[in-house]
């Protein structure tokens, strides 16, 4: 059977096998055609969730802090296996709604890429930087967007579809939303016009474009709620018995059972829908957890430590590639780790501080660490690890 004829098969196989809400591969659309894929035999968003994986930024997640940076426990949930586990949810709950299992898969793998090195407090950092070199607020969703779409391939990109880009951007796991409906009427203009908007106003809220990109806002939630709670408790920062009875009698204390009965109450509230949610009683229980971890968790002071050092050598860091880019010192590792060999596309269009923005978000934990030994002492720095 020629190649071409077994992705019809496949396609045909999904029109009957799939929701009638789902988002059938054939659908899937690219900026630029490539023959490759359309007399191949693989489906479009399957050449997603490979383009991602192969990508240079995905292997980065292997060293990328989640929540706990700077502490020596190998227990501890870094950002390469909360993708996973986001995949492995979403998919999960995919499968039981009969939704399209590569799309989500490959939202799921893309939807950190753009997280800086040490998380949200590396995104904060970064973010008052970019303001005040006038080039917007710095926000991980939507660097995703500008690693997948402009730097990834020397600055050519991945050439993703609008549906797996849109949903990357969308995500938005740090809302509470109680349901989820698509909002289907979208185009790369629309998502551009999106993409800008998001960048400008960090508050603006979007909802993705597909039943497997709202699968995947939910699901990055549950991944990370009970999973940082068990890391919590494993670096005594809190107790199992702090959490809100509320919230424990309705969803449960524990990982397991926190997942097992999000995914469950998804799954009873979504199935034959048009849209994905909870259950009220379960929104509400998630919603007052949420509020736990950010006042017990996320800002606590005991996980704050070494928040000043991290702090200042982000803007060491960006001051100092800055002054090379500006001197074009070509010994720099700006030049020789980063633009070397890069398409003239990119270069023209992206100034300096831009430039910067994309090596500096891009880089491992260590890495960073390692770039910071060559402008601060080394002893402050084996002091902070």
């Known amino acids: 059977m020629p190649l071409d004829k077994i992705k019809k098969s496949l396609d045909r196989r999904e029109s009957i096998r799939l929701s009638k809400i789902a988002t059938l591969s054939e659908s899937g659309v690219r900026r630029l055609n490539e023959s490759f894929i ?22 980065r997640y292997i ?13 501890i949930t870094h950002r390469m296996l909360h993708v996973q586990l986001v995949s492995k949810i979403s998919r999960t709950i995919g ?80 809302i509470h939303n109680r349901l989820l409906k698509p909002c289907a009427d979208n185009s790369f203009k629309v998502f551009r016009k999106k993409l800008d908007e998001k960048k400008n106003n960090p508050a603006a809220h979007f909802v993705p474009m597909t039943m497997e990109g709202c ?23 809190i107790k199992r018995s702090d959490l809100p009875r509320e919230s ?19 799954l009873l509230n979504s199935f034959r829908k ?54 074009k010192k070509t010994s720099s590792v700006i030049f020789t780790g980063f ?12 100034n300096n501080p831009e430039i910067v923005r994309d090596f500096i978000s891009g880089m491992t934990d260590k890495y960073f660490l390692r770039q910071s030994s060559n402008y601060v002492s080394k002893s402050h720095i084996q002091k902070s690890c």
């Open 95 to 174: 499968r039981y709604l009969r939704l399209n299992e590569d799309l989500i898969e490959a939202i799921a793998l893309g939807h950190d890429i753009g997280h800086t090195p040490f998380g949200h407090d590396g995104e904060k950092f970064l973010s008052k930087i970019c303001k005040s070199h006038n080039i917007g607020q710095f926000l991980h969703s939507v660097q995703s967007i500008q690693f997948l779409d402009k730097v990834e391939r020397k600055g050519r990109g991945l050439n993703l579809c609008l549906q797996t880009l849109d949903g990357i951007l969308c995500h938005d796991g740090e």
């Open 215 to 237: 699968v995947v806002r939910m699901a990055d939630t549950i991944s990370y709620i009970g999973r940082d709670i068990e890391d919590a408790i494993r670096l005594s920062v």
């Open 274 to 327: 048009n849209h994905i949610a909870f259950s009220e009683k379960v929104s509400n229980a998630l919603k007052r957890l949420k509020k736990f971890n950010m006042q017990y968790i996320y800002l606590n002071p005991a996980i704050k430590k070494k928040y000043n050092f991290i702090k200042e050598n982000f803007t060491i860091l960006f001051e100092k590639y800055l002054e090379d880019l500006e001197t």
């Open 339 to 350: 633009l070397k060999d890069i398409s003239e596309d990119y270069i023209n269009n992206h």
């Open 248 to 266: 424990v009698e309705v969803i449960g204390n524990t990982n397991g059972t926190i997942v097992h009965n999000l995914v469950t109450d998804i």
């Open 38 to 59: 359309d007399n191949g035999y693989r489906q479009n968003f399957s050449v997603d969730v490979d383009r991602i994986l192969h990508s240079l930024a995905y292997t």
């Open 63 to 75: 060293d990328k802090t989640q929540v706990f940076y700077l502490i020596e426990n190998d227990h």
